[in-house]
């Protein structure tokens, strides 16, 4: 277990390193305009500030020096600047904690309701529950999230607050609401995972329900609780767990839209704004740590397979 | 600022004054004084620093920071003495500028002659790489301080400034410029301390100004800037406590907070507003003129078989029915283009346009028929894809598709700066949308950065548009002491522009914001920026 452990590790670095290449490569081949012309909008970036800009960012060193300038420095623990002279390890740092939190609540807003849900509809099989189960899961996954996030704001952000006086779900972000401002965005971000969760675990449990090991254990008198839970759930979940560590780094990195929805200025929208104006630096940085986020999330998956199927091992 | 506060403040001591006005301003007229409110803000790009901002963001956060040398009449854009006592010129190229006597800088420093010309000389120099350097090489010495690309500045100090005492100091410039005064109250002219000198980029995360409000601690990034009355503003002093600049980047969600009265005032309300704004905000809905101005771009030095002929372009313009685009396109939150001066700006003239700004498909597809029409008889026309101007560009190519009997194709550019970059490399050569705001208001901002000889490298005449009857009239209106006359020169520089149409306006902005029920006295410029000093709670 332990070698198996820092063998994943090892291998990790060239998956890093590798990453980084080709999104450096990435951002630097994207077509069109210069990133200075970017940030200057509407208006023709003047030639000579552009020009001094350029000069003072490297922007018109080949590609590979300003690669090497670029990792160069991530070894020395510089992450590099943004072109108005941020620093990236401050723009991430900053945005982080907000992703993760909206993530984390998230995954578990999607991974215990997913998961209830799933085995409700399971087991009572074409009765009404599972119906509804199907029914409203089918619904959320055919709207888009942008649809549901402004719907939501607007009835329980604003509605509930402009009609009823009550303002428990803030329209957007605010540090002082504490956890509370992240209970709707989660939501929403969770909510189409969350079908998906659902269904799977519906359909993953129902087959396992007619597995043979399962008649046995019904056969041999033990109670349903204890068949369901112990014997057919253990088995039925590892399908699950592998869409659930695949979709922690989907959450992280696919909040964009919730985020801009509801005004949290996480990584997701970091990158987005980074990817539009062309900021290397900025889209390498945030996608290098949702690239090592989604490597420990496949780790604790491949962890948690062992559990849940003690036939597996690794050495 | 009115003569009165200012008199009381030379007269009385520092202490005394300070003293009668702190009690003044708590039973002020009708309103409360005090208070906190919350409004929107995108997150500004730069350091706050006015030598280094030229988008609207930070703009907004240094006009409540900061006051200039003059500032803007809310209501007819005239320039009118703020920090400055007095400027005057005999010859419009020696500048003499008097400062008011009691402004300081929010640490207590001095507003004196040096902290405009350090600021300034700073602002000039091209190792700083500040996006308002254009905007000083109007002044003796510029080229010392920014010789050009792979070039080192040999000086540090423009020449053009002399500060002759405390108060005092002289701006030469390199040609006479009459609109240098109204110039001075944008951004890139505001003073700096002394602080800012030891560490640019501190300052810049929390700015030392010299306006009615001051940083209530640091810029927090992507959050909130908040500021806090200055009490010691020796100008008109704000009625509110503090204001909290919350961050956002979607203007829906700003807007859905002001409905639940979560943030106060919006200033830039979002396209799914328009429809309702009006029935649910009533008379807090503020709907203006402001100043930016919509053309459709010819490339005629690139494309001139197409765009060379005047009556070509002539018919293009008549071709576009202009009141049907900004009535259902725009829902009337645009005005059609009646000048290449936009409405708002001394030396507007209502209707300039003339025949050509008026819609008449007969006589254009007469014209366009005339002329010998467009080779191949098919015209594209760029668009940035970002930007929301799909919609009014293909009503504009369906326009011109039935009118003039030709083949339009609508091409998008992912970004603006995509399509420039083509237009500079000569690779476009199709119409283009366009637009301009200003950077200060005066005709002149209209017509030099737009359509002169020097905007070709400098400014932003992608049509590479030469006359030489347009330049010399720009030239003596830039000479002119007298006002009225330079306004009537730029008119008639206008009137060139007209007659040769390089660009075809379509429209004019408006600028849209509402504001909650519980405050007032909500005031937006032309520039789209907040008059905060003067909102109060109601």
């Given at each position: 277990m332990g070698r198996y452990l820092i063998r994943r590790l090892i291998q990790a670095i060239p998956v890093l390193l590798g990453a980084t290449f080709l999104i450096y490569f990435l951002t630097f081949q994207m077509p069109g305009a210069d990133p200075i012309q970017l940030l200057a909008g509407d208006k023709k970036a003047d030639p000579l500030v552009a020009a001094m800009l350029r000069e003072k960012y490297h922007l018109d060193d080949p590609f590979l020096l300003q690669y090497w300038n670029y990792i160069s420095g991530v070894f020395q623990g510089d992450l590099g600047e943004t072109?108005?002279?941020?620093?990236v390890s401050d723009l991430i740092a900053e945005a982080f904690p907000y992703t993760v939190n909206l993530a984390i609540m998230a995954f578990v807003i999607e991974a215990i309701v997913g998961v209830l849900a799933g085995i409700m509809a399971a087991l009572r099989r074409g009765k009404f529950l599972d119906q509804l189960v199907l029914l409203s899961t089918l619904m959320v996954i055919s709207i888009p999230v942008f649809v549901t996030g402004f719907v939501l704001q607007l009835t329980l952000g604003v509605k509930l607050n402009t009609?009823?006086?009550?303002?428990?779900?803030?329209?957007s972000f605010n540090e002082a609401d504490g956890m509370r401002a992240y209970i709707l965005p989660a939501f929403v971000l969770a909510s189409t995972s969350l079908a998906y969760v659902a269904r799977l675990t519906r359909t993953s449990l129902m087959e396992t329900m007619r597995a043979d090991y399962v008649r046995t254990a019904t056969a041999k008198g033990l109670p349903r609780r204890r068949v369901v839970g112990r014997h057919a759930l253990r088995n039925a979940l590892i399908p699950i767990v592998t869409f659930l560590g695949a979709d922690l780094g989907g959450l992280m990195g696919g909040a964009v839209i919730t985020e801009r929805i509801f005004n949290i200025h996480g990584l997701g929208g970091t990158l987005a704004q980074a990817v539009y104006l062309k900021q290397g630096a900025v889209v390498v940085g945030g996608v290098t740590l949702l690239v090592l986020i989604y490597l420990v999330a496949n780790l604790l998956v491949d962890l948690l397979y062992a559990v849940l199927d003690p036939r597996i091992r690794y050495a | 600022m009115r003569g009165a506060t200012s008199a009381k403040w030379v007269a009385g001591a520092v202490i005394v004054a300070m003293a009668a006005t702190a009690c003044s301003t708590s039973k002020d007229e009708a309103g409360k004084s005090g208070g906190n409110i919350t409004v929107v803000l995108g997150e500004p790009q730069h350091g706050l620093v006015g030598q280094n901002t030229a988008e609207s963001e930070g703009a907004e956060v240094l006009n409540a920071l900061f006051s200039g040398l003059v500032e803007y009449d809310n209501k007819t854009n005239e320039p009118k003495l703020a920090v400055a006592e007095s400027i005057e010129t005999t010859d419009s190229k020696v500048w003499t500028i008097k400062l008011k006597d009691g402004h300081t800088f929010h640490n207590g420093e001095k507003v004196d002659a040096q902290s405009f010309v350090r600021a300034w000389n700073w602002g000039a120099n091209q190792d700083n790489a500040a996006e308002s350097l254009p905007f000083f090489d109007k002044i003796e010495g510029s080229e010392e301080l920014a010789p050009g690309k792979d070039k080192k500045p040999t000086a540090t100090e423009l020449k053009g400034l002399k500060v002759v005492d405390e108060k005092t100091f002289t701006v030469t410039l390199k040609a006479p410029f009459s609109q240098f005064k109204t110039m001075l109250?944008?951004?890139?002219f505001y003073p700096l301390p002394k602080?800012?000198?030891?560490?640019p980029k501190k300052f810049g995360e929390a700015p030392i100004g010299n306006g009615a409000f001051q940083m209530d601690g640091a810029w927090e990034h992507n959050k909130q800037i908040k500021i806090k009355r200055y009490d010691k503003f020796a100008g008109d002093k704000a009625k509110l406590e503090g204001v909290t600049f919350k961050i956002y980047d979607n203007l829906d969600t700003a807007y859905n907070d002001l409905r639940a009265d979560t943030i106060q005032i919006v200033d830039k309300l979002p396209v799914s507003a328009m429809a309702t704004v009006s029935q649910e905000f009533g008379d807090r809905y503020l709907y203006k003129p402001e100043s930016g101005v919509g053309y459709i771009g010819l490339p005629l030095k690139t494309n001139a078989e197409a765009f060379g002929k005047v009556e070509i372009r002539k018919a293009i313009s008549m071709a576009i029915d202009r009141d049907a685009i900004t009535k259902t396109i725009f829902n009337g939150t645009r005005k059609p283009a009646d000048d290449f001066i936009s409405p708002i700006i001394p030396g507007y003239r209502k209707g300039a346009l003339g025949e050509v700004g008026t819609y008449n498909p007969t006589k254009a597809k007469e014209l366009y028929t005339q002329a010998g029409g467009i080779p191949g008889g098919k015209l594209e026309l760029g668009y940035n894809a970002?930007?929301?101007?799909k919609e009014w560009i293909e009503a504009v190519a369906n326009q011109l598709k039935a009118n003039l009997g030709i083949e339009v194709t609508a091409k998008p550019f992912t970004k603006f700066g995509d399509m420039l970059t083509e237009l500079g490399d000569q690779k476009y050569k199709g119409a283009f949308r366009m637009a301009w705001s200003m950077d200060y208001p005066a005709a002149e901002n209209y017509l030099r950065p737009i359509f002169s000889k020097v905007a070709i490298d400098h400014g932003s005449n992608y049509g590479a548009y030469v006359n030489e009857e347009f330049e010399t009239l720009m030239d003596q209106a830039d000479k002119t002491a007298n006002e009225a006359e330079a306004i009537k020169l730029y008119q008639q520089a206008d009137d060139i522009i007209i007659k040769d149409l390089p660009y075809i306006p379509v429209f004019t902005y408006m600028s849209s914001s509402a504001y909650s029920k519980s405050v007032k006295n909500v005031e937006i410029d032309a520039q789209g920026r907040m008059d905060l000093a003067k909102v109060e709670l109601n």
């Open positions: 072109l108005t002279g941020r620093k009609a009823w006086g009550i303002d428990f779900f803030p329209v | 109250g944008y951004n890139a602080a800012f000198e030891a560490d970002d930007g929301g101007h």
